[in-house]
């Protein structure tokens, strides 16, 4: 498409990105440390759709991937945000979902979980209007988050 972006640091670090395509919109980057000991790269779709009439919910799709120089590679994947108030109140961002950290070299998993106790089902939709349907807890706040590491072993997966 002829976008780019091309950059260098004073301590050797490059940048290089490009939006490869328009429809849908998808974008891709290169960042690589001086003296090869780190790389990251990156290939995502960006998209955003409205949550009612005065919200949008907008993510990228795809993984960002960390390679070191020992050859250790990270993938990170991110959950999406959730902007309230575009047309009227009180503007307000929340990251929603779960952002993923995933270390392939030790088997090792990290999720950090917003808004634990959002449920969204049906069911828990129901369950929120009938008031004798289980028990009532406390409402944690929006901007709250869970983090769960867990490490493959074997066939199974041990929380650390």
């Given at each position: 498409?002829?976008?780019?972006?091309?950059?260098?640091t004073?301590?050797?670090?490059?940048?290089?990105?490009?939006?490869?395509?328009?429809?849908p919109?998808?974008?891709?980057?290169?960042?690589?440390?001086?003296?090869?000991?780190?790389?990251?790269?990156?290939?995502?779709?960006?998209?955003?759709s409205?949550?009612?009439?005065?919200?949008?919910?907008?993510?990228?799709?795809?993984?960002l991937?960390?390679?070191?120089?020992?050859?250790?590679?990270?993938?990170?994947?991110?959950g999406?945000?959730q902007?309230?108030?575009?047309l009227?109140?009180?503007?307000?961002v929340?990251?929603?979902?779960?952002?993923?950290?995933?270390?392939?070299?030790?088997?090792?998993t990290s999720?950090?979980?917003?808004?634990?106790?959002?449920?969204?089902?049906?069911?828990?939709?129901?369950?929120?209007?009938?008031k004798?349907?289980?028990?009532?807890?406390?409402?944690?706040?929006?901007?709250?988050?869970?983090?769960?590491?867990?490490?493959?072993?074997?066939?199974?997966?041990?929380?650390?």
């Amino acid at each position: 498409m002829g976008e780019t972006c091309q950059r260098y640091t004073d301590d050797g670090t490059k940048y290089y990105a490009e939006q490869i395509s328009h429809h849908p919109p998808i974008s891709a980057g290169v960042m690589e440390g001086a003296d090869g000991k780190w790389r990251f790269e990156v290939i995502q779709e960006f998209k955003a759709s409205l949550n009612g009439h005065n919200s949008v919910k907008a993510h990228k799709e795809g993984a960002l991937v960390i390679t070191l120089y020992d050859g250790s590679q990270y993938i990170i994947e991110e959950g999406w945000v959730q902007i309230d108030g575009l047309l009227y109140g009180e503007l307000v961002v929340n990251l929603c979902g779960k952002i993923t950290v995933e270390d392939l070299s030790n088997r090792i998993t990290s999720e950090v979980i917003f808004n634990p106790d959002n449920k969204s089902g049906v069911i828990s939709k129901v369950g929120s209007k009938l008031k004798f349907w289980g028990s009532k807890k406390a409402k944690r706040p929006s901007d709250h988050f869970d983090i769960v590491i867990t490490q493959e072993n074997g066939d199974k997966r041990d929380k650390i």
